[in-house]
């Protein structure tokens, strides 16, 4: 089946610093869902990126679909106590209606 | 209005006992799911229901059963339950298949522990 590698699964920054999170697949994909859970708190969509090399912008966040549709990243500029919470990539897994996700990257701020 | 809820959030139970989760949504969407999430975070798809109908059936233990009376409620009912069964259960919603660029819109969760 599909599989999606995040990484890092943890990062700890400092508020106002810049941090990147990366989705990889080893295989092509058709689009890719980004979602963010906050400590206690249900998933919540953020973003769906489908065209090769597209990128999103929602204000601080930006993401980005890679040429080869394989990969994908969140940056988050400035980062601020209320980015807090975990970060998912999710990937539909072979047309279906399976959507799986990757395991996660858990963001901590430092004020 | 909560678009999709959960009943209960909470659930504290003994090993061995049946339980029930249930999900409604308010959307109108045709498809829902039911997801695992362990204590290290991890979101597992166990079933998901298109109007009624079983799409998807993830390897899970058969003492878990969803169903779906119509296509606004999921339910899932889980026998002799274990300890390792302890976790987050969500219900989610989505307009189309979300592998399909269908977004999932989830609940609130429901908290399960197993003593």
């Known amino acids: 089946g599909q599989q999606v590698m995040q990484i890092p699964q943890y990062q700890h920054v400092q508020e106002g610093e810049d941090f990147t999170t990366y989705c990889n697949s080893s295989?092509?994909?058709?689009?890719i869902q980004w979602y963010k859970q906050r400590p206690g708190g249900h998933p919540v969509f953020l973003i769906q990126?489908?065209?090769?090399?597209e990128v999103k912008k929602q204000k601080r966040l930006t993401f980005q679909f890679g040429e080869a549709k394989k990969n994908s990243s969140l940056h988050i500029t400035a980062t601020q106590t209320t980015d807090v919470g975990t970060y998912f990539c999710?990937?539909?897994?072979?047309?279906?209606?399976?959507?799986?996700f990757g395991k996660g990257m858990k963001l901590t701020v430092n004020p | 209005d909560t678009a999709v809820s959960q009943t209960p959030k909470y659930l504290v139970t003994q090993m061995g006992n049946d339980k029930s989760i249930k999900c409604e949504q308010n959307?109108?969407?045709?498809?829902m799911y039911w997801y695992k999430q362990d204590s290290k975070k991890f979101l597992k798809i166990m079933f998901s229901?298109?109007?009624?109908?079983?799409?998807i059936n993830e390897t899970v233990p058969n003492r878990f059963s969803p169903k779906s009376p119509d296509k606004a409620h999921l339910n899932l009912h889980i026998n002799s339950l274990e300890l390792g069964d302890s976790a987050v259960y969500f219900c989610?919603?989505?307009?189309?298949?979300?592998?399909?660029?269908?977004?999932?819109?989830f609940g609130e969760g429901s908290r399960l522990t197993v003593l």
């Open positions: 989610a919603s989505s307009q189309s298949g979300a592998g399909r660029s269908g977004e999932l819109f």
């Open positions: 295989t092509t994909l058709s689009n």
């Open positions: 990126l489908v065209k090769s090399g």
């Open positions: 999710a990937v539909p897994q072979g047309g279906s209606e399976k959507l799986v």
């Open positions: 959307l109108g969407h045709d498809t």
């Open positions: 229901y298109n109007n009624k109908e079983l799409i």
